[in-house]
């Protein structure tokens, strides 16, 4: 091997191991920067947007599968759901809309609601909400694999046959909603501020884009505690017995190795990725989905992955 074969592979090493925290942690940073100027949306939009171009330019020079750089005429779907399940629902949580969200959102704004701890720094409440936080999102995702009728739902995001950074909100918007009352319904509940629900909400954002990107990336003991991408493409085999059905958390592992579902075998993921039903290849169509599709009623979830 050449001089110059050798810096490139010592580069492309060196890449895969820093470019998960290296990444995340730059978005918290300039996250953390938009809080102090009082413009934390603007400076996420900042932070996602150059998250979405670096992975964009590492998914071509380093791909995890090459062969999910080929097209797979979804992109037009994937950003419809990505616009219905992400916008919709988070204009519902900012505005109310008709189903009067806005009424439960307000008192959070309110310093005495609630038992939430909020005189403690912000850093702590962040680990505090992420650990509660997670205990919803996990149950939300568990259920929408083990009841058949969440699973309707669900089933649109894991019909995907390759993972990339553009199938990141790939939701039916009912997936979402489930997701969104179970996670961020306990931090409500308790009287968390309103900056917390930003943080989290954001860091939520940038997780799911680096957890569905086709990266080569090495992780080590990362994959212990944050929901990576070699774990979520375990997630997201046919198999629900060689990972299937196993790491459901969205962020942090911790309920996963409470609930010994924390799946990562030292061997590499699958590369055919996807379920056993027809999902329709238009957006229209895949949100009628779960409407029209009826399970027979003996069928179990393993069913639809075998």
Same mark, same amino acid.
């Not at 102090?36 to 947007?49: D, K, M, S, V, W």
């Not at 505690?225 to 085999?237: A, D, I």
């Not at 409470?258 to 238009?282: C, H, L, Q, S």
């Given at each position: 091997?050449?001089?110059?074969? $050798?810096?490139?592979?010592?580069?492309?090493?060196?890449?895969?191991?820093?470019? @998960?925290? #290296? &990444?995340? +942690?730059?978005? !918290?940073?300039?996250?953390?920067?938009?809080?102090?100027?009082?413009?934390?949306?603007?400076?996420?939009?900042?932070?996602?947007?150059?998250?979405?171009?670096?992975?964009?330019?590492?998914?071509?020079?380093?791909?995890?599968?090459?062969?999910?750089?080929?097209?797979?005429?979804?992109?037009?779907?994937?950003?419809?759901?990505?616009?219905?399940?992400?916008?919709?629902?988070?204009?519902?949580?900012?505005?109310?809309?008709?189903?009067?969200?806005?009424?439960?959102?307000?008192?959070?704004? $309110?310093?005495?609601?609630?038992?939430?701890?909020?005189?403690?720094?912000?850093? @702590?409440? #962040? &680990?505090? +909400?992420?650990? !509660?936080?997670?205990?919803?999102?996990?149950?939300?995702?568990?259920?929408?694999?083990?009841?058949?009728?969440?699973?309707?739902?669900?089933?649109?995001?894991?019909?995907?046959?390759?993972?990339?950074?553009?199938?990141?909100?790939?939701?039916?918007?009912?997936?979402?909603?489930?997701?969104?009352?179970?996670?961020?319904?306990?931090?409500?509940?308790?009287?968390?501020?309103?900056?917390?629900?930003?943080?989290?909400?954001?860091?939520?954002?940038?997780?799911?884009?680096?957890?569905?990107?086709?990266?080569?990336?090495?992780?080590?003991?990362?994959?212990?505690?944050?929901?990576?991408?070699? &774990?979520?493409?375990?997630?997201?085999?046919?198999?629900?017995?060689?990972?299937?059905?196993?790491?459901?958390?969205?962020?942090?592992?911790?309920?996963?190795?409470?609930?010994?579902?924390?799946?990562?075998?030292?061997?590499?993921?699958?590369?055919?990725?996807?379920?056993?039903?027809?999902?329709?290849?238009?957006?229209?169509?895949?949100?009628?989905?779960?409407?029209?599709?009826?399970?027979?009623?003996?069928?179990?979830?393993?069913?639809?992955?075998?």
């Amino acid at each position: 091997m050449s001089l110059k074969q $050798e810096n490139r592979s010592f580069l492309r090493q060196l890449i895969s191991w820093t470019a @998960w925290p #290296v &990444l995340f +942690g730059a978005c !918290l940073l300039v996250t953390y920067y938009g809080f102090e100027q009082g413009h934390p949306l603007l400076f996420f939009n900042f932070a996602y947007l150059g998250l979405a171009v670096s992975l964009l330019l590492l998914e071509r020079a380093m791909p995890h599968e090459k062969s999910w750089l080929n097209s797979d005429g979804q992109i037009w779907a994937n950003i419809g759901h990505t616009l219905t399940s992400k916008g919709t629902i988070q204009a519902l949580l900012l505005f109310g809309g008709v189903i009067g969200l806005s009424e439960l959102i307000k008192p959070a704004s $309110e310093p005495s609601y609630g038992i939430w701890p909020r005189d403690i720094a912000m850093f @702590w409440q #962040v &680990l505090l +909400g992420l650990v !509660l936080s997670e205990f919803g999102l996990y149950w939300a995702h568990r259920l929408a694999h083990e009841w058949p009728f969440l699973w309707k739902f669900h089933a649109v995001h894991h019909s995907v046959t390759k993972l990339w950074i553009v199938n990141t909100g790939r939701f039916h918007f009912v997936d979402s909603l489930v997701s969104i009352v179970l996670g961020s319904g306990i931090l409500f509940a308790l009287g968390a501020p309103m900056e917390l629900i930003q943080w989290l909400s954001a860091i939520t954002a940038f997780i799911g884009m680096l957890t569905h990107c086709n990266v080569e990336m090495r992780f080590g003991p990362l994959s212990w505690v944050f929901n990576t991408p070699e &774990l979520h493409r375990w997630h997201h085999s046919k198999n629900i017995y060689d990972g299937g059905n196993m790491n459901y958390c969205e962020n942090i592992m911790i309920w996963d190795h409470a609930f010994d579902t924390f799946y990562n075998p030292p061997y590499r993921p699958p590369v055919d990725i996807g379920i056993k039903e027809i999902m329709p290849p238009k957006f229209k169509d895949q949100i009628l989905f779960p409407f029209k599709h009826k399970p027979k009623p003996k069928d179990r979830i393993m069913d639809f992955f075998l």
